[in-house]
């Protein structure tokens, strides 16, 4: 026990006698050896709490990430999707979880625990919120006299002023056995320490008068995890508001700066750190020392610092970093053991950076506690974020990396994190979305990785002639080409080259896409962030990614792109080929690509895009394991495509075949860009059309001073001002239906519709298979008033009886000239005269397909696939919520046939 006294001791009268504590009161001396035996068989304060079994965590920290119970989420997802739509947008992407602060959170904790601590603890009693500790180092004289000191409390905003110690627990020689005492107010209770901050006590006290310190092995009660964790939070705090920080390196280093070593000096020389050579400096920050994650924000933090090394005191302060980048040109922090002391003393923190971009710089750096490698450096974090995150050390080393990167990549969006996972994958029992938080160059690979994964790609552009078998004219067209070969063993890189084989990919596209820029899409319908969540139990990431594709089980075939970073890869199917131009993601795990479904996933407000290569998890619906996440540069397609496609995509290009060089040619003339598409939705898309359509059940008529083409070709089709776009566009929807290889009822649907607008005494028929045809009375005339600007679609008129048993006719063609509505005009004056008039049904469809109604109701047809529904039939029910979930990339039909291309927004679970 700390306290070493006779329980009758009231009045303690302690005396020190050859470097030992004695009790004049109670004729006591403290067993130190027996204390340390002790110490070596009970667990050590810092204990960390073992990892949960996968479901059967009860996940919480940080409270600002969404946690939810999959209970839960099953209730959220009947809900209907209207009752989501609460924002401008339609959508509430806030998290529902309230904003509490943990250090709230960790007050009430405390308090709820008893002030007081046991009589035998040299700790008078439990921190508040508000409070902290500092040692009063007792004057010595003597080197050898034990280590004494008294706390005392003070507000954090009430204090003296003080210095603070920045050492490492273990030393150079990472020896973190407490085997040193050091002795604590009038009772000495014994608090055992490490050699190393015995030393650095030792070091610390003055001869003449007592010294105001803060250290922090002393003044935080560790075997409270309360007091340690809301103590912890405010470091940064302390060490901002402190006089000075003295670092403790140890006696490690050999080197002096002295120039006469034998020369006796009472006090140490002093220099500024930036006067000593980039040899020393580098020898300096190649110590131990310096790897200590702790000892970061302790040199930044503070105003001012003093480093305790060759010999000597070096002084550092804000402008050290700068006076020694402009004393040495040869010098890069970045590149040195310690880059983040490029920010030393400058008060603050790493230069404004968020959690993430201080991961950049810390995470390589070590700790005693893993969890420290977090709890350690947010002091380093500013704003909104140091009330997010707070220490908590009742938690197990799983549920702080799960909360860790749950919070990087659904608070900060930091897509990355997928990136790093399947970089780095976690050990097999946990989830597959976190990464490897074992591996120290964690986020430098990421950063470096970046470098590509952010590059905008410029392929090299040529032209070539070459014929429009559609449409039969000759043109230019600009073609890109990527270089790209075989590649047998990846291992090899880019050492023999020229001994494998070149691919001539030039005969690839009738369909594809080049480029993608998320960035040029400022707004996503249903991002992958939103109703994003973990789960409590089993640390399940449920978010919203867009299902592109599923890979059928052959192994994919990796291309060496030459000139370009990434890798092409190449999946074959039963009647196409994809190529997918990635990052460079590691050779191994191509092989585990086979059989995956492939999610997109995007950035908004950025051009980092990813794909996610996912394995369905068997009798969990929407349940995946991530395989693979890497950065998404192009998607290049090569298959046959149907008639209806190659008019709506891009013609037959036959003579490509006939260039004579390796490399995938893709067509930029007509980009189909797969980011904005991928970003549309039936929910927008419906919203303008609707807007464009206006209401539905008028007649579409016009007036004679104002007559637009569109309307005009519309009387010119139906003969009939009455119809309305509810008669109208159900015409479109048939030809949209052939044009589909479905069941074509265009015939029935436009005949119906004239026996409705006019009645059965117009006899409408179709003759011959090719003409639609009718008769129209003196009473059925609506012509007057149209004029001349009466659109040429092919009509054709003669006279004839009613009935359609009539002798042969000649057919004269209808025009708009005045002659012609002379001649029509008294033909109808003659009694029980009548015209009969009929028009190509081929030349119906034409003009109908280039109609701009048929264009618009076009652009719905992506969506047939998802919904089950016409295009006219969404038009006529109108919105739905559920519609932001349904995507609207036009995938010819191979695509969907050999790789099930999807067009859906979908909520998954990565486990």
Not at 82 to 105: I, P, Q
Not at 518 to 534: K, T
Not at 730 to 750: M, R, W
Request: aromatic share 10%.
């Amino acid at each position: 026990m700390p306290r070493w006294h006779q329980p009758t001791c009231q009045q303690p009268d302690v005396y020190v006698d050859n470097g030992a504590p004695t009790c004049r009161a109670c004729n006591t001396s403290p067993n130190i050896q027996a204390l340390i035996a002790n110490q070596k068989s009970a667990d050590t304060p810092w204990t960390i709490p073992l990892d949960e079994a996968i479901g059967e965590m009860n996940l919480y920290w940080p409270q600002c990430v969404p946690y939810t119970r999959k209970q839960d989420a099953r209730m959220a997802t009947t809900r209907e999707a209207g009752e989501a739509a609460e924002d401008a947008s339609g959508l509430n992407l806030k998290n529902s979880n309230e904003d509490t602060l943990a250090m709230e959170n960790m007050a009430t904790l405390s308090s709820s625990l008893e002030v007081a601590s046991s009589p035998s603890s040299p700790y008078e009693r439990t921190l508040g919120v508000d409070e902290f500790r500092l040692a009063w180092l007792t004057a010595a004289t003597d080197d050898n006299s034990p280590i004494h000191l008294t706390l005392e409390i003070y507000p954090e905003n009430d204090c003296p002023e003080y210095e603070t110690a920045s050492y490492s627990w273990g030393g150079e020689d990472g020896d973190s056995s407490l085997c040193q005492p050091v002795y604590i107010g009038e009772y000495w209770d014994v608090l055992l320490q490490t050699k190393n901050c015995s030393d650095l006590l030792r070091d610390l006290r003055s001869k003449r008068a007592i010294r105001h310190v803060w250290v922090d092995a002393i003044c935080i009660d560790q075997t409270n995890a309360f007091e340690r964790a809301f103590q912890v939070a405010k470091m940064g705090a302390i060490y901002q508001r402190c006089l000075r920080v003295v670092v403790y390196i140890g006696k490690s280093l050999k080197r002096t700066l002295s120039s006469n070593e034998s020369r006796k000096q009472v006090h140490q020389p002093r220099y500024g750190l930036h006067e000593i050579s980039n040899d020393l400096l580098q020898e300096l920050l190649q110590l131990r020392y310096f790897s200590r994650v702790w000892v970061i924000q302790e040199l930044l933090l503070a105003p001012s610092a003093v480093i305790v090394a060759h010999g000597a005191e070096l002084a550092a302060g804000s402008l050290t970093s700068a006076r020694i980048a402009s004393r040495s040109s040869s010098w890069a922090w970045d590149i040195s053991t310690a880059p983040w002391m490029q920010y030393v003393c400058n008060g603050f923190s790493l230069g404004e950076k968020n959690l993430f971009e201080v991961l950049q710089y810390t995470w390589s750096s070590d700790a005693t506690d893993i969890r420290d490698r977090i709890f350690g450096i947010l002091g380093l974090i500013e704003g909104r974020e140091s009330r997010d995150l707070n220490p908590d050390y009742t938690i197990s080393t799983l549920h702080t990396y799960i909360g860790l990167f749950g919070y990087l990549l659904l608070n900060l969006k930091r897509i990355e994190v997928l990136s790093l996972a399947s970089l780095h994958p976690a050990p097999s029992d946990a989830p597959s979305w976190l990464p490897d938080w074992n591996t120290k160059n964690l986020f430098q690979n990421l950063f470096q990785n970046n470098q590509s994964l952010l590059l905008h790609l410029e392929y090299e552009p040529f032209q070539i002639n070459r014929r429009y078998g559609t449409y039969g004219t000759y043109g230019q067209s600009v073609w890109v080409r990527i270089r790209a070969e075989q590649n047998q063993e990846r291992s090899q890189e880019r050492k023999g080259r020229g001994s494998q084989r070149l691919f001539n990919l030039a005969v690839l596209p009738k369909y594809s896409m080049i480029e993608i820029e998320i960035g040029r899409n400022p707004e996503l319908s249903v991002p992958w962030d939103f109703d994003a969540s973990i789960d409590v139990a089993s640390g399940g990431l449920s978010v919203h990614l867009f299902h592109l594709f599923k890979l059928p089980p052959t192994p994919l075939e990796d291309l060496f792109l030459i000139d370009l970073p990434g890798r092409l890869l190449m999946v074959r199917a039963k009647s196409s080929e994809m190529y997918i131009h990635t990052s460079d993601i590691p050779y191994d795990t191509i092989a585990k690509l086979g059989s995956t479904d492939i999610f997109f996933m995007a950035k908004d407000n950025s051009s980092l895009v990813s794909i996610l290569f996912m394995k369905e998890i068997r009798n969990l619906p929407e349940s995946y394991k991530l395989v693979q996440a890497c950065s998404f540069y192009g998607l290049f397609f090569s298959g046959r495509l149907s008639s209806r496609e190659e008019k709506s995509y891009i013609p037959s290009l036959n003579t490509v075949e006939s260039l004579e060089m390796a490399h995938l040619a893709v067509d930029v003339q007509h980009p189909f860009d797969l980011s904005f598409n991928l970003f549309r939705n039936l929910h927008s898309e419906l919203q303008d059309i609707l807007k464009m359509l206006g209401d539905l059940d008028p007649p579409v008529r016009y007036s004679p001073n104002h007559k637009p083409r569109m309307k005009m070709v519309l009387l010119a089709i139906f003969l009939n001002k009455d119809w309305t776009l509810r008669d109208i566009l159900p015409v479109f929807q048939t030809l949209l239906n052939e044009d589909a290889g479905l069941e074509s009822k265009f015939i029935h649907c436009y005949c119906q519709g004239h026996l409705l607008r006019w009645g059965p005494h117009t006899y409408p028929s179709v003759d011959d298979s090719q003409y639609f045809s009718m008769s129209l009375g003196n009473e059925d005339w609506w012509w007057d008033g149209i004029g001349f600007d009466f659109p040429d679609i092919g009509w054709q008129w003669t006279p004839a009886a009613r009935t359609l048993h009539n002798p042969a006719r000649i057919w004269q063609h209808v025009d708009s000239s005045t002659k012609f509505c002379t001649a029509m005009k008294n033909t109808l004056l003659v009694p029980n005269t009548y015209v009969r008039v009929r028009v190509g049904l081929e030349a119906l469809k034409k003009e109908l397909r280039n109609h701009e109604f048929y264009r618009i109701l076009r652009r719905l047809s992506p969506a047939r696939r998802s919904t089950g529904e016409e295009e006219v039939a969404m038009i006529f029910r109108g919105l739905r919520e559920t519609d932001k979930f349904i995507g609207m990339y036009d995938w010819p039909q191979v695509l969907v046939d050999d790789f099930q291309a999807g067009n859906m927004i979908r909520k998954v679970e990565i486990v």
